[in-house]
């Protein structure tokens, strides 16, 4: 089997050595982000699931609902 080589390429400027990344970081934040928002949303569906429907999560009365039951302002 052939194992992935990754090479990052290297290049000095003003005498400090500076590694260019293959993925950029922009990207990286990016997926991140978007794996946080779809752990949340399936963590609601679950946690609100097991009392009810969990595809109500996705309804405005909802979360209406829950901002009135915690106290937050809407």
């Given at each position: 089997m052939k194992?992935?080589?990754?090479?990052e390429k290297v290049s000095v400027i003003n005498g400090t050595e500076v590694i260019h990344r293959r993925i950029?970081?922009?990207?990286?934040v990016c997926v991140v982000f978007i794996?946080?928002?779809l752990l949340f949303v399936v963590?609601?569906?679950?946690?609100?699931?097991?009392l009810?429907?969990?595809l109500d999560?996705?309804?405005?009365?909802t979360w209406t609902h829950l901002?009135?039951?915690?106290g937050s302002g809407v």
């Open positions: 194992q992935l080589k990754f090479e950029p970081i922009l990207f990286t794996l946080m928002l963590g609601m569906m679950i946690g609100y699931g097991i009810h429907s969990p999560i996705f309804k405005p009365s901002f009135k039951f915690t």
